[in-house]
């Protein structure tokens, strides 16, 4: 595999945690408190589920990932409220 797989982080609220998906590897999911935690997360994800399709052979695979999140600010009541 030598294309850059594209992961996406999106922050969620109600849990209060970063979910992840990639369309480009099935099966890489997972969730951490920071963006941090993920990043520490990923490389060994990525590695085991890419280990099978290896063939023994030793490759860097790039990963691009991208963080989101969504947020609403109250505006004309004369206070942020965010």
Do not use: Q
Not at 38 to 53: F, M, P
Not at 67 to 80: E, L
């Amino acid at each position: 595999m030598t294309h850059c797989i594209v992961v996406r982080a999106t922050w969620d609220t109600e849990a209060s945690v970063w979910t992840v998906e990639s369309p480009d590897l099935p099966g890489l999911v997972t969730e951490a408190a920071s963006i941090d935690e993920l990043d520490a997360r990923l490389s060994g994800l990525i590695r085991d589920l890419l280990e099978d399709h290896s063939g023994g052979d030793c490759y860097e695979v790039p990963v691009e990932v991208i963080a989101s999140f969504s947020k609403r600010v109250r505006v004309g009541s004369g206070k942020d409220m965010a």
